[in-house]
């Protein structure tokens, strides 16, 4: 079973950036795929980057696609997520989470079996 932390959340003007880091414990992580959420109040927890189990691919929904940027590295058992050009409607908590399995089809938080406790990320205008 992998366990997650989040870390790097913080206050960010308008166009900065923001890396995140998520620390995973437990054998597993490294054939597991993992995704980053975002959850803004009053709003469903959704999607912004999810990778497979090698970091060959990865996949991003249009509303961060080519702003943020998901990688891992698995002797560390770390997950990355940078966070350019920031927009205050990025303005949420963001957790990481590890998948049902490997690859990158894992869209809905339905799929994910483990998660962090978030980082809050404020983007002001």
């Known amino acids: 079973q992998v366990q997650l932390v989040e870390s790097g959340g913080g206050l960010v003007q308008a166009g900065g950036s923001l890396g995140l880091s998520c620390a995973a414990s437990?054998?597993?992580?490294?054939?597991?795929?993992m995704g980053w959420f975002r959850q803004a109040p009053g709003k469903e927890r959704e999607l912004v980057a999810t990778?497979?189990?090698?970091?060959?691919?990865?996949y991003y929904p249009d509303s961060v696609k080519g702003r943020f940027t998901i990688s891992r590295d698995n002797d560390k058992n770390m997950l990355y997520l940078q966070m350019s050009s920031l927009k205050p409607e990025d303005t949420a908590e963001y957790l990481c989470?590890?998948?049902?399995?490997?690859?990158?089809?894992?869209?809905?938080?339905?799929?994910?079996?483990?998660w962090g406790q978030g980082t809050q990320v404020t983007v002001s205008s």
């Open positions: 989470a590890a998948a049902l399995g490997s690859g990158t089809t894992y869209y809905y938080p339905s799929q994910y079996h483990t």
């Open positions: 437990g054998r597993t992580f490294s054939n597991t795929a």
């Open positions: 990778i497979s189990w090698n970091g060959g691919r990865a």
